[in-house]
């Protein structure tokens, strides 16, 4: 009686934990994104986003008005910052930026004359 039992608890100790790995391996990496806008008084100039995982950075001017667009970006390894523009103001193409071998942890999104800023969004976790 002991060790039918014990061949009992047994397999439906296995079972519990077979399914729990099916389970725990099914589950897709979640890869998400973030997005923050630029206000400029009641108006909005341009936007930047954290995407594919925190691992690439995305900005984009909407507005011709002489301001350019820039996401700041820290990552995973201390001391690490990246800011990348859109050079060309609202025409068409938009700046972007892959990460290797960290991920990006804060950013906000800041636009201004001459590489200078002038407004930003909050600094935020991506």
């Known amino acids: ?4 039992l014990r061949t009992r608890v047994g397999a439906g100790v296995a079972a519990l934990v077979g399914i729990g790995s099916v389970l725990v391996g099914a589950a897709p990496a979640m890869a998400h994104g973030s997005c923050q806008y630029v206000p400029d008084y009641d108006r909005r100039i341009g936007w930047g986003c954290v995407l594919d995982g ?7 001017d909407d507005a011709a008005d ?3 667009l820039r996401i700041h970006l820290w990552t995973s390894t201390p ?5 990348v ?6 025409q068409r193409g938009d700046g972007w930026k892959t990460v290797s071998g960290e991920r990006i942890t804060y950013y906000k999104v800041c636009a201004g004359v001459d590489g200078v800023d002038s407004i930003c969004s909050p600094r935020v976790a991506a």
């Open 1 to 4: 009686m002991k060790v039918g």
């Open 79 to 83: 001391g690490t910052k990246y800011v």
């Open 54 to 60: 925190h691992v690439q950075a995305y900005v984009h």
């Open 85 to 90: 523009g859109d050079g060309n103001g609202s």
């Open 66 to 68: 002489n301001k350019g």
